[in-house]
């Protein structure tokens, strides 16, 4: 049954924002695309196939749940680890059908090490290394113990990786912070080298570290928000293509929220307009009812403030979102039918709705309006 909007994910721009990130990378490093939060709400069911086939081979997710679904859709193709969430009941699951994981605390080093020698099956463990964030990660003072640790249960676990998370690598503020949080990794990375250890694979770069700090980069960068087309901040476009490139972006968005006119009508001068009176019209209004409303991931805060573009004119949201609907003032558009296009996100025409846009109407990051998309709203690709 038909929903009451749709999302489209562009190929082409997808492959065209691969390309960009590729040609940052030096030919040694892996590219981990990131597809946590439902693939930035893209949609891992349609996102990963995609992604796959345009030559991602690493896909990293926050929790088990996550990477079953990643799994399920590709099978053991590509190599995918968990960074964040796996409770005690899933790392047999997890161990059992090789997804790499981190480990950030003893409690999950000592589960793994036990229920893989169970399995007579080595665990794959990236250890994250806390270096400032204050998320997670051992501490500094932990290291030479984990070693140890580590030196004596080589046949549970395979030290495959060693990591950390930047608190913030997306501006400048935080600079002096990300450039101690770097020195901290590297000192960890040759302190467990100085024990005997050389793991696979260093990494720490997020979008934002990736294009601001080159030496982050290692052996592979775990790339969320880029791989879709959107810059971490605006800050982080203008340092990297304002100042040093050409000024033009380089990225393109790859998806587009589409919904459709339900309804027409015409509301007489001193009105007021949806529920309450947030919005009088204050002359004869031509209203379009759309039929997407907060419960559709389009809040309330956007009441009064967000915009949609129909037939190519881009028209403001009156009144209050509701549950279910959303009302445009198409006053000043010549012929408005039911069932024209709803753009919600994305392009018609000359017009551009960017979720950017749509933030600042309404105070969210690019990451929380995107991953706040419903999961049951249907996604397809478009080339
Ligand atoms: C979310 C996340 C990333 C990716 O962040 P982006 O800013 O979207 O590139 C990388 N690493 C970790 C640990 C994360 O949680």
Redesign the pocket.
């Known amino acids: 049954m038909r929903n009451t909007s749709y999302i489209e994910i562009s190929r082409s721009a997808l492959a065209s924002n691969f390309k960009y990130i590729r040609s940052r990378l030096e030919a040694k490093t892996r590219l981990s695309h ?1 597809v ?1 939060g439902n693939a ?1 709400g893209h949609g891992i069911d349609v996102y990963v196939p995609l992604a796959h086939e345009l030559g991602a081979d690493h896909f ?1 997710v ?1 929790d088990a749940h996550e990477a079953h679904e990643v799994l399920k859709v590709l099978g053991k193709k590509v190599d995918i680890l968990i ?2 969430m796996i409770a005690d009941e899933q790392l047999e699951w997890v161990i059992e059908n090789d997804i790499e994981f ?1 480990v950030f605390d003893w409690i999950r080093l000592e589960k793994a090490s036990q229920i893989a020698r169970k399995m007579k099956k080595p665990a794959l463990i990236h250890l994250e290394l806390e270096t400032g964030m204050n998320r997670t990660g051992f501490e500094k003072e932990s290291w030479p113990q984990i070693a140890n640790f580590l030196k004596q249960n080589t046949d549970a676990i395979c030290f495959k990786g060693l ?1 950390t ?1 930047y608190a913030g690598a ?1 501006s400048i503020s935080n600079h002096l912070r990300v450039k101690a949080q770097i020195k901290r990794f590297k000192k960890g990375r040759n302190m467990f080298k100085d024990m005997g250890f050389t793991p696979e694979i260093i990494h720490s ?4 570290a ?1 294009l601001r700090f080159p030496k982050t980069h290692f052996d592979l960068v ?5 791989q879709y087309g959107f810059w ?1 901040n605006m800050e982080t476009f203008i340092s990297t293509e304002g100042l040093q490139g050409e000024g033009a972006d380089p990225l393109q968005r790859a998806i587009s929220w589409k919904s459709r006119v339900m309804n027409v009508k015409t509301v007489p001068k001193g009105e007021y307009v949806s529920y309450g009176t947030s919005y009088l019209a204050t002359q004869e209004l031509k209203v379009a009812t759309v039929p997407v409303g907060y419960s559709h991931g389009f809040g309330r805060n956007l009441s009064n403030a967000g915009r949609a573009i129909v037939r190519g004119t881009r028209v403001a949201v009156i009144g209050v979102v509701n549950m279910n609907v959303m009302i445009l003032d198409v006053s000043h558009l010549d012929n408005v039918e039911i069932g024209d296009e709803v753009v919600l996100i994305g392009n018609q025409g000359e017009q551009q709705i960017s979720v950017s846009s749509f933030s600042e109407y309404s105070d969210q990051m690019n ?1 929380e309006l995107l991953t706040r998309l419903p999961h049951n709203i249907p996604r397809y690709v478009k080339d």
């Open positions: 990131v946590k930035y990293s926050f960074m964040g981190f990591c998370h997306e770069a997020c979008s934002a990736f775990r790339v969320g928000i880029l971490p990451y």
